[in-house]
């Protein structure tokens, strides 16, 4: 009996365009390709969604954010790279976590904001020029994660000195660094199965 590949969602917390946990995101993306997933690699920006505002959302949650749960939804398995501002996760990320749980009133799916959310397996790097690798910003984001029930993996990495971590192509040089991201994408495919 075969069974369908396994659908894994991955973004960063960032739009910048020579962003490091993009970078990373693409490594980690390629990786669970090679492994059979069917991985869709979100970029935030395509999305159209304003800064969280409730009384923006009592005229009708935008089109956007429709999209986006949906396709957080459809998603059992999530790998989020998340860069780390001020010793936290950035405002972006945060915004964008922050419209998809937020219930969509008028709407009969989306009127459970932690229907996106609920279950899903969850893998976290992160990747900053600091000593620390953005270790703080994943430290934040886990408890956040978990409030809104997802399953965060135990496995993480935060990749330091990301400024000189990735070759002309936007690979990782390091068979150190490459074996770190991968166990990160290995423990999601092998939990979100038996978990979802």
């Known amino acids: 009996m075969t069974h369908a590949p396994l659908s894994v969602l991955i973004f960063a917390g960032s739009t910048r365009e020579h962003s490091f946990n993009r970078r990373l995101a693409h490594n980690a993306a390629t990786m669970a390709r090679a492994a059979g997933a ?49 010793g936290s996760y950035t405002g972006l990320l945060k915004n964008t976590i922050d419209w998809a749980s937020s219930p969509a009133k008028s709407h009969p799916l989306w009127i459970n904001g932690i229907k996106p959310f609920e279950g899903k397996v969850v893998g976290l790097l992160s990747a900053s020029n600091g000593a620390l690798g953005g270790l703080r910003s994943l430290e934040h984001l886990n408890p956040l994660l978990l409030n809104l029930q997802c399953w965060v993996c135990p496995k993480q990495f935060a990749l330091s000195r990301a400024g000189d971590a990735f070759d002309e192509q936007g690979m990782l040089k390091s068979e150190a660094h490459r074996n770190s991201t991968q166990a990160v994408v290995d423990q999601v495919l092998w939990a979100a199965p038996r978990l979802s």
């Open 38 to 86: 069917q991985v869709t690699l979100l970029e935030l920006s395509t999305l159209d969604i304003p800064l969280y505002n409730a009384d923006l959302e009592a005229h009708g949650t935008p089109p956007d954010v429709i999209r986006l749960k949906e396709i957080m939804d459809a998603h059992p398995a999530w790998i989020i790279c998340s860069p780390e501002y001020n």
